[in-house]
């Protein structure tokens, strides 16, 4: 994805700008980012009586992106009520940060500047992690957010070292006949079959476990599916 149609993107912030609730500052501002998946997620700022609660559109974007499946910001346009570049407050930066990353790029009235140019040195996870060693959240990596919602994650026992773990993949297809396959990711190894599911579940619906004697259950979201009709069950 090379191209960003910016004409679009400050089109979208300066509609959804209409909509803020702005009773109090009289300041509307609308925000519009472009996902990885080519979605184009949508925000405004909505006040409070309790001033400090005001929710930037910034906020809005981000919120709308986890509720419409989610992915990886890769620009964002935000106006003022003229219609022009604002540019994200320090919060929103912060926010924008998370969800889109250092190459993000965000409009501005002079060329559009990416997150690492406006947030720099900025606190994110990965010094959660250096501190703690874990990962707090499962995150599907960037080159695979795309893939999020779709295949199957296969969860399994293996042997490492003599010892049982469990471990788990990621594959293309979702059992359509005909359909593309392939891994997509490995995941590392657990001790629990639940890490093996919950690292599924954060990448796809359809979590399956396969234990040491070949028996495929079903660990994914809902009701199980006509061909794996047995749910897992940790015991
Ligand atoms: O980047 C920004 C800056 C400000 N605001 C909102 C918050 C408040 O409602 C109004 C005035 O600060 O503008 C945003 O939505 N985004």
Not at 23 to 41: E, H, M, N, Q
Not at 54 to 76: F, K, N, Q
Not at 203 to 227: H, K, N
Request: glycine share 12%; hydrophobic share 40%.
């Amino acid at each position: 994805m090379t191209e960003i149609d910016w004409e679009r993107l400050r089109a979208a912030a300066t509609e959804v700008m209409r909509h803020a609730y702005v009773p109090y500052s009289k300041f509307p501002v609308g925000a519009a980012a472009l996902v990885d998946d080519g979605r184009i997620v949508v925000g405004c700022n909505v006040e409070n009586a309790g001033y400090g609660v005001t929710l930037c559109a910034e906020c809005g974007v981000v919120s709308s992106l986890h509720a419409t499946g989610g992915g990886r910001l890769v620009a964002m346009s935000c106006v003022d009520a003229t219609g022009e570049p604002l540019m994200p407050c320090g919060r929103c930066r912060q926010l924008l940060w998370e969800n889109g990353g250092p190459d993000c790029l965000v409009e501005t009235k002079g060329r559009p500047l990416r997150m690492a140019e406006l947030l720099p040195h900025a606190f994110d996870v990965a010094d959660i992690e250096a501190v703690t060693g874990e990962h707090p959240v499962p995150v599907v990596p960037d080159r695979l957010a795309a893939w999020r919602g779709r295949g199957t994650v296969f969860a399994h026992p293996d042997m490492s070292a003599g010892q049982q773990v469990w471990t788990a993949y990621w594959e293309r297809s979702a059992g359509d006949e005909g359909a593309e396959t392939g891994v997509l990711e490995e995941g590392p190894s657990w001790d629990d079959p639940a890490e093996a599911i919950t690292w599924g579940l954060a990448r796809t619906p359809r979590v399956v476990v396969v234990d040491a004697s070949g028996t495929i259950f079903w660990a994914g979201e809902g009701e199980p599916p006509m061909e794996i009709p047995v749910r897992w069950s940790a015991s």
